[in-house]
């Protein structure tokens, strides 16, 4: 059985940081990608960020200068570091896993059948 768990996430004021943890287990294969999406209040889940083995990071452009993606190959562990918070980051924040490399899977929603239950980030202005 395949999971996707997440932790870390908070109450910040803006300009503060979060790191963001997810822990996948289950999988079979080792080239996959995980990513992380957030939904806001009435808003549809759109993608932050994704990291696979091989692959390097992509980020969505609100993501680029102010959030990293990495992981951590022996723990199968992937972190979102989100710096320069603004309120507008507030949203449940998922970490998904997809079975194709990150060349395939990139930042389409579709391609990631392994989903977290979220962690909540809130960011105060």
């Known amino acids: 059985q395949v999971e996707s768990v997440e932790s870390g996430g908070g109450s910040v004021q803006a300009g503060g940081s979060l790191r963001l943890s997810c822990v996948v287990s289950?999988?079979?294969?080792?080239?996959?990608?995980v990513g992380w999406f957030r939904q806001a209040p009435g808003k549809e889940r759109e993608a932050v960020a994704s990291?696979?083995?091989?692959?390097?990071?992509t980020y969505a452009e609100f993501a680029k200068g102010r959030f990293a993606i990495s992981r951590d190959n022996a723990s199968n562990t992937f972190y979102l570091q989100m710096n320069s918070l603004k309120p507008e980051d507030t949203a449940m924040y998922y970490c998904?896993?997809?079975?194709?490399?990150?060349?395939?899977?990139?930042?389409?929603?579709?391609?990631?059948?392994?989903w977290g239950q979220g962690t909540q980030v809130t960011v105060s202005s």
């Open positions: 289950g999988l079979t294969t080792d080239n996959y990608c």
């Open positions: 998904a896993a997809s079975v194709y490399a990150c060349s395939y899977a990139n930042l389409r929603r579709s391609r990631y059948a392994y």
């Open positions: 990291v696979g083995r091989i692959d390097s990071p």
